[in-house]
């Protein structure tokens, strides 16, 4: 029997509206979410994934700004308007898109966002506060997935996890929470070896590697939960993700799809964090108020 495809993109509708009554309560309350986009650069994957970022603060009602500096900018003009914007009480969330060109330092970049404006979750102390299990901010994709999960109603308690990919951004986030939710957890890598060894035997395979349709049906354990992170395009023009959905999809359980999974859920978690920021600001106003 063929997998059940988990429509990430109904999910994220759903929760986007939700979002919108949140984001209604906040500006009733005198708040109004605000996120701000800074793109270095004209890369075109880059300008797409943004503008649909930008679309999503439009239709939820989070004020956007887009910041677009050319490829060739000083870093220290970026820094300085980094720690203006961490400065600004109106603005709730910071995101810089990356990558970055070479002349950037990313991991300084991402220090120099405030901890409480990180609303990528990719500041070393919301990382921190995440492998604790007291996360503030949780990365977007991997908190997309956990909710994908619990939509479907995944019980994760026990079950063998493995991840394909040790990213910061996806890996070890996702590895993080799954551990939270009690799943056994392997990381798989560049290093691996005998990789389908480790995909045969899991329960929840995610794969997250950037490398277009290399995890196929035969690798896949029968009524395996299949989570597709990559997204790559092919000399065709397709788009598809690091798993072959028409093999697999024979023989998983539940299965994401490339595109409409996981990428939908990845900017609606951002806006999320956006709006937890935005909440968080409103109470501490709300406490400071005189009585």
């Given at each position: ?78 820094f ?25 330092d ?13 609303v ?15 996360p ?123 595109p ?32």
């Open positions: 029997m063929a997998a059940v495809t988990i429509d990430g993109k109904a999910l994220a509708l759903d929760l986007q509206a939700a979002l919108q009554i949140r984001v209604q309560a906040l500006i009733q309350a005198g708040t109004r979410p605000a996120l701000t986009v800074i793109l270095v650069g004209a890369d075109a994957a880059s300008q797409v994934y943004v503008r649909n970022k930008v679309q999503g603060c439009e239709r939820t009602g989070i004020v956007s700004a887009m910041l677009h500096y050319p490829s060739d900018v000083d870093p220290t003009i970026v300085d308007r980094i720690a203006e914007l961490n400065a600004d009480p109106a603005i709730d969330g910071i995101l810089v898109q990356l990558p970055l060109p070479a002349q950037f990313e991991s300084a970049i991402l220090a120099a966002i405030s901890p409480d404006k990180d990528d979750g990719f500041h070393a102390a919301n990382v921190g506060a995440l492998t604790q299990g007291a503030r901010f949780i990365p977007c994709t991997p908190y997309g997935v956990m909710k994908m999960l619990e939509k479907e109603k995944v019980e994760l308690k026990g079950k063998e996890a493995v991840i394909i990919g040790r990213s910061n951004i996806v890996g070890k986030p996702m590895a993080a929470l799954l551990l939270a939710k009690g799943a056994t957890v392997t990381i798989c890598h560049s290093q691996t070896r005998d990789l389908a060894f480790h995909t045969r035997r899991a329960d929840v395979l995610v794969a997250a590697v950037g490398r277009p349709l290399m995890i196929t049906g035969e690798m896949i354990k029968p009524g395996a939960i299949v989570i597709d992170v990559g997204i790559n395009r092919l000399a065709s023009g397709r788009l598809c993700g690091d798993v072959d959905f028409d093999s697999a999809k024979e023989t998983a359980a539940l299965i994401t799809p490339v409409g999974g996981v990428g939908p859920m990845t900017i609606t978690m951002l806006l999320t964090n956006t709006v937890e920021a935005a909440e968080r600001r409103s109470a501490s106003v709300q406490a400071g108020a005189p009585h």
